[in-house]
């Protein structure tokens, strides 16, 4: 999903760096739409123009540090487990242990 968009953002980085450094765009298919000032102005507008097909929306800018977290991406790690993970909540209110003197 978006790989076109993404692929045009990426060959055409300087030129849309030369145009809209720091705004932010809408990119369907090969069509730049833009410049906003914020981010909310540009889903509003490709909302309006695209509305359900997905498009991209983007602040023009250098190329974004990418962060890999390699055990949330192989499911080591969950962000909502189903059982009650330890240390993650108030321990003084555990009723499972003796209460100390």
Do not use: C, W
């Not at 968009?5 to 069509?31: A, C, M, P, W």
């Not at 739409?33 to 800018?61: D, M």
Request: net charge negative; hydrophobic share 35%; proline share 7%.
């Amino acid at each position: 999903m978006l790989d076109v968009e993404r692929q045009y953002y990426e060959e055409n980085l300087s030129s849309l760096l030369e145009n809209y450094r720091g705004r932010f765009v809408v990119i369907k298919d090969h069509t730049v739409v833009g410049p906003f000032n914020t981010i909310e102005e540009a889903l509003e507008e490709g909302a309006r123009l695209y509305g359900l097909q997905s498009f991209l929306a983007r602040q023009v800018g250098e190329a974004p540090r990418v962060i890999s977290n390699p055990a949330l991406s192989l499911g080591l790690l969950h962000a909502d487990p189903p059982h009650p993970v330890r240390g993650s909540g108030d321990e003084s209110a555990r009723t499972d242990r003796p209460a100390r003197a």
